[in-house]
């Protein structure tokens, strides 16, 4: 009977995937250093704001006009929009198409997507718009808090993809280094009453070279294992 188990296994029988890493346990590194008690650089992790100017009739998110929310935006950022040298110019001059609402022409404003992302049993609303003349497009997420549209997240890349998941918002854009992109997930937070970034990483897109041995184990040196 082994004798025939053994040649089973050139029939799709389990074969051996080769030696295995030895796992190597985390390492604290420079324990002298004192614990910062506050960030370095303003990153923005809670970014909300009460949209002006723009009503909720019935607090239905459906039945605010995506155009509008757009616009108020631009007005409240005139610099960014107006004249004939503001980096986003020619995202000024296309509103003019969006009489029919978004993606009706040359309209910069993209389809809007509605789900509930804050748990309240209400959709919220996604919205996008392209940055003009560049290549970069601004993603907002929106709820409705006592009656006013508030923005709870806002974030401007090139953009690979946008996806809904669960409760969360992932974005993925393109990366320098030739075969990965940028994955980042914001996912809302009761707490802050915002949508937090809550995942940022580099991802492997491309083909991956495989290799016929196992990468050796990383090793510490004798100060670094000390910790």
């Not at 996008?128 to 006592?146: C, N």
Request: hydrophobic share 35%; with cysteine; proline share 7%.
């Amino acid at each position: 009977m082994l004798a025939a188990a053994v040649g089973c296994g050139d029939a799709g029988g389990l074969e051996g995937a080769g030696a295995t890493a030895t796992a190597v346990g985390p390492a604290r590194l420079w324990p002298e250093l004192t614990p910062a008690s506050s960030p370095a650089f303003e990153i923005g992790e809670v970014n909300t704001e009460v949209v002006k100017g723009v009503k909720v009739p019935g607090d239905d998110i459906r039945r605010v006009d995506p155009v509008g929310v757009v616009r108020a935006e631009m007005a409240a950022s005139p610099g960014d929009y107006d004249g004939d040298k503001a980096p986003y110019r020619d995202t000024n001059r296309r509103m003019a198409d969006c009489g029919k609402g978004p993606e009706h022409g040359r309209c910069p404003v993209l389809s809007p997507y509605y789900r509930d992302l804050t748990g309240d049993g209400r959709d919220d609303l996604t919205l996008g718009f392209r940055l003009l003349p560049g290549k970069t497009t601004a993603v907002r997420v929106y709820t409705v808090e006592k009656h006013r549209l508030t923005r709870v997240m806002a974030w401007e890349d090139a953009l690979s993809g946008v996806e809904l998941a669960g409760r969360s918002l992932v974005i993925r854009s393109p990366s320098e280094v030739a075969g990965y992109e940028y994955r980042l997930q914001w996912t809302w937070d009761r707490d802050q009453r915002a949508m937090l970034l809550t995942q940022d990483e580099m991802l492997r897109t491309g083909p991956r070279e495989h290799s016929r041995h196992p990468s050796a184990a990383p090793s510490l040196s004798p100060s670094a294992s000390t910790g």
